[in-house]
């Protein structure tokens, strides 16, 4: 498959293993709503951000979006990153040039994406779908590094999506139309989960009810398909009620075997036309139509407009703040087709968190609970703007500010958080902020690739199992100083007897992290266990 070079490739190929993990904290002065809603609002840098929330929720995403900076050569976006080596530093800290034929900016712009994507891969269900705004600037460019991440054979669409509906009269063609691309993390697992798109009275203006059927509106669906595959019981003769006989035409068959058809005939579901003479139709009732396939051009009409995001901005008195918002329809038809109630969406470009209103907007429509993760990192937008405007959506705002123009409360809540320590020092150990459950989640994580299946509280060693491996933790921050038997942290034989019993018949690992070990590998072996050291062998340590 053909992969992408550029200056700084090799540096940040293995990055997002090098991120430390952090802690995250929540502010309750700045959330709001339902505390229990499981959505989630982080300010801080979205790579670090993502690394911190993986070990929660790997694996549990059914829906990315993200409209990361389309590096256009006018803007300002701020996604740089502190790699450690000469070459990317020398050229990452430099201002994003302006002038076309400055190619150092896509360098620069595709060091900063590439390890966000190889994370957001990570949060990915097996049958999850990421979706990327993006413009003629770097679609290419995007396009290739999907490849490269998810794997060509899962890509699924690129849609065009048309930005503006009016003309404007200046340059060569007019810039009519931005793109989402559209991958699975594995496309065999993705097929046949997509929704349709909610039928609309344009699309539904062709079902009419000449003959005053009882069942309602309906249109004729020609009956005749091709014949490459065909049976032989596709090929028969019908007679119309008016005389006049039909057999299909060459290369041609019934698309329905001639039982079917009968059956069909006696519910009233062919039509022959106003003289009963006609080539026969199959009857489609609107009442069974539960949407339409989606396509992949996404007209102003369907997905919104630039003018329609902005004015959706403005209402919230955010007015300047953003150049080029996504309209609320645009995702929330993505989500649509992409999710179901129950899924968790992530956007880890938050912005104005047109996503997090998105959803809130589809769970307020009936259309199930949905849960979102929103990554922020500007210090000043996920305060003021992000988090501002799911508040408004949440508890209900005047529109522009005037009371006299109410909106309707949506409900729900959110967290806000915000990135802490990380959970290693410079030196390796572990930091003194992190309590059990920080440590008991990372652990897991790093064993067994799989967030935590519950909460945990340092009640019980045992912190959960996966597959064939049962994982416990030993490990008393609060009693740091004692001697390490003392503390708890060290695997001795009494505590080795102590250890929550393994299933009946359970024939895989029990592996224990704890500071230290003063039980005989003899013995470890006989029992099934595996001794890690913490915090050397803690991946990411």
């Known amino acids: 498959m053909p992969t992408l070079d550029w200056i700084g490739k090799k540096a940040v190929v293995n990055h997002h293993r090098e991120v430390p993990y952090r802690l995250v904290h929540c502010n309750g002065e700045r959330s709001a709503g339902d505390p229990?809603?499981?959505?989630?609002?982080?300010?801080?840098?979205?790579?670090?951000?993502?690394?911190?929330?993986?070990?929660?929720y790997a694996g549990k995403v059914k829906c990315i979006y993200i409209d990361p900076p389309y590096n256009t050569g006018n803007e300002g976006w701020v996604y740089n990153d502190n790699v450690a080596s000469p070459e990317i530093k020398a050229w990452l800290g430099k201002v994003v040039g302006k002038e076309a034929e400055d190619l150092s900016r896509h360098d620069k712009w595709l060091?900063?994406?590439?390890?966000?994507?190889?994370?957001?891969?990570?949060?990915?269900?097996?049958?999850?779908?990421?979706?990327?705004?993006?413009?003629?600037?770097?679609?290419?460019?995007?396009?290739?590094?999907?490849?490269?991440?998810?794997?060509?054979?899962?890509?699924?669409?690129?849609?065009?999506?048309?930005?503006?509906?009016?003309?404007?009269?200046?340059?060569?063609?007019?810039?009519?139309?931005?793109?989402?691309?559209?991958?699975?993390?594995?496309?065999?697992?993705?097929?046949?989960?997509?929704?349709?798109?909610?039928?609309?009275?344009?699309?539904?203006?062709?079902?009419?009810?000449?003959?005053?059927?009882?069942?309602?509106?309906?249109?004729?669906?020609?009956?005749t398909a091709q014949a490459g595959h065909a049976t032989k019981e596709q090929f028969y003769e019908i007679t119309a009620p008016g005389g006049k006989t039909f057999t299909p035409p060459p290369g041609r068959c019934w698309g329905v075997s001639k039982a079917t058809f009968e059956r069909y005939l006696e519910e009233g579901r062919i039509y022959f036309g106003k003289n009963n003479n006609s080539q026969p139709n199959l009857i489609r009732y609107l009442s069974e139509v539960d949407g339409l396939v989606p396509w992949?051009?996404?007209?102003?009409?369907?997905?919104?407009?630039?003018?329609?995001?902005?004015?959706?901005?403005?209402?919230?008195?955010?007015?300047?703040?953003?150049?080029?918002?996504?309209?609320?329809?645009?995702?929330?038809?993505l989500l649509q087709i992409t999710t179901n109630p129950g899924d968790l969406v992530l956007d880890s470009f938050a912005g104005s968190g047109t996503t997090g209103h998105a959803v809130l907007d589809l769970n307020k429509q009936g259309e199930g609970n949905r849960q979102f993760i929103l990554v922020e990192m500007d210090k000043k937008i996920a305060p003021e703007i992000t988090s501002e405007r799911l508040r408004r959506v949440i508890n209900g705002y005047d529109k522009g500010g005037d009371p006299e123009k109410p909106v309707e409360a949506l409900g729900g809540g959110f967290r806000y958080c915000h990135l802490g320590t990380p959970l290693f020092n410079e030196f390796g150990d572990i930091d003194e902020a992190v309590i059990f459950p920080d440590l008991a989640a990372h652990v897991f994580f790093s064993e067994t690739g799989a967030p935590l299946p519950k909460k945990v509280d340092g009640s019980t060693p045992l912190i959960?199992?996966?597959?064939?491996?049962?994982?416990?933790?030993?490990?008393?921050?609060?009693?740091?100083?004692?001697?390490?038997?003392?503390?708890?942290?060290?695997?001795?034989?009494?505590?080795?007897?102590?250890?929550?019993?393994?299933p009946e018949g359970f024939e895989g690992e029990r592996v224990v992290y704890a500071e230290g070990c003063t039980v005989s590998p003899e013995r470890l072996k006989a029992e099934g266990v595996v001794f890690k050291q913490i915090p050397y062998q803690i991946e990411g340590a």
């Open 36 to 56: 229990d809603a499981e959505n989630l609002l982080v300010q801080g840098d979205n790579l670090e951000a993502l690394k911190a929330l993986l070990p929660y």
């Open 111 to 223: 060091c900063m994406m590439y390890p966000r994507l190889r994370l957001l891969r990570e949060f990915l269900r097996e049958d999850g779908i990421i979706c990327v705004s993006i413009d003629d600037a770097e679609v290419h460019h995007m396009r290739i590094l999907l490849d490269e991440v998810f794997g060509g054979s899962n890509f699924i669409a690129s849609l065009a999506v048309q930005k503006r509906y009016s003309r404007e009269n200046r340059g060569d063609i007019g810039d009519a139309h931005e793109y989402v691309l559209i991958f699975a993390r594995n496309y065999s697992l993705a097929k046949g989960t997509f929704n349709r798109v909610p039928l609309d009275e344009k699309s539904a203006a062709v079902y009419k009810n000449p003959n005053d059927d009882p069942r309602g509106r309906w249109r004729g669906i020609p009956l």
């Open 296 to 333: 992949t051009w996404w007209p102003h009409q369907d997905a919104g407009h630039t003018d329609e995001a902005k004015k959706e901005v403005m209402a919230f008195g955010f007015d300047g703040e953003f150049d080029t918002p996504k309209p609320i329809r645009l995702i929330r038809r």
């Open 464 to 502: 959960g199992s996966h597959k064939d491996k049962i994982v416990y933790l030993l490990f008393s921050p609060a009693e740091q100083g004692f001697p390490r038997e003392a503390a708890g942290n060290v695997l001795t034989p009494d505590a080795l007897a102590y250890l929550p019993a393994a």
